[in-house]
């Protein structure tokens, strides 16, 4: 078993069709033993810092403010949810250390879905693992926290509801493609 199964998330993945479309549910919470290591990080790092200029019970109650905020970040279950319609896309739910709670797009505007590995910092990384689709510039996260074989799940489904949508992802040109000039040098002309 790899150190990821013990310390990354434990995920619950639901996929529903629903009149209109598909509806994909997932909860995901850390374990208690990541949680454990979050707050003793947390204590840690209060500790030093406040430990030559805090008087001992001031730093005692700072220390334990900060092992429980730590701890109960970690293993609060997060809920999220993805409504997809053949119109748009649209999510419900928390996305990091973002502060809004729904992010909606039009169908029309992504050119594909792929599995992104996170990147940023820790619990709440800037670019979480997760579903993303993949857009004329750049990509945006779809459902955050599912790991490869869950958002394969989810492609699957999506292009099992909307066959005229996976169709057209896989025909899509690549997101460069409108940026490149070609001088047509692999053309043969004719004699």
Not at 45 to 50: L, Q
Not at 130 to 139: D, F, I, T, W
Request: aromatic content about 8%.
């Amino acid at each position: 078993m790899a150190l990821r199964d013990f310390l990354g998330p434990i995920n619950h993945l639901e996929i529903r069709a629903t009149d209109d479309g598909v509806l994909i549910r997932l909860r995901t919470k850390h374990s208690h033993l990541h949680g454990t290591l979050s707050a003793i990080a947390a204590a840690a790092i209060v500790g030093f810092a406040g430990f030559s200029f805090l008087k001992t019970l001031m730093l005692i109650v700072l220390i334990l403010i900060a092992a429980i905020l730590a701890f109960l970040g970690t293993v609060i279950e997060r809920r999220i949810q993805l409504k997809v319609t053949n119109l748009e896309f649209q999510t419900y739910g928390g996305f990091g250390n973002e502060f809004r709670n729904v992010r909606a797009m039009p169908s029309a505007d992504i050119l594909w879905l792929e599995h992104q590995d996170s990147s940023g910092g820790g619990d709440a990384p800037d670019h979480p693992e997760g579903l993303y689709a993949v857009l004329r510039c750049g990509s945006s996260c779809v459902l955050p926290y599912v790991d490869p074989g869950q958002a394969n799940q989810v492609i699957d489904s999506i292009e099992e509801r909307f066959p005229d949508m996976a169709k057209r992802w896989r025909t899509s040109r690549g997101p460069f493609d409108c940026h490149f000039i070609t001088l047509g040098l692999s053309s043969q002309k004719p004699d």
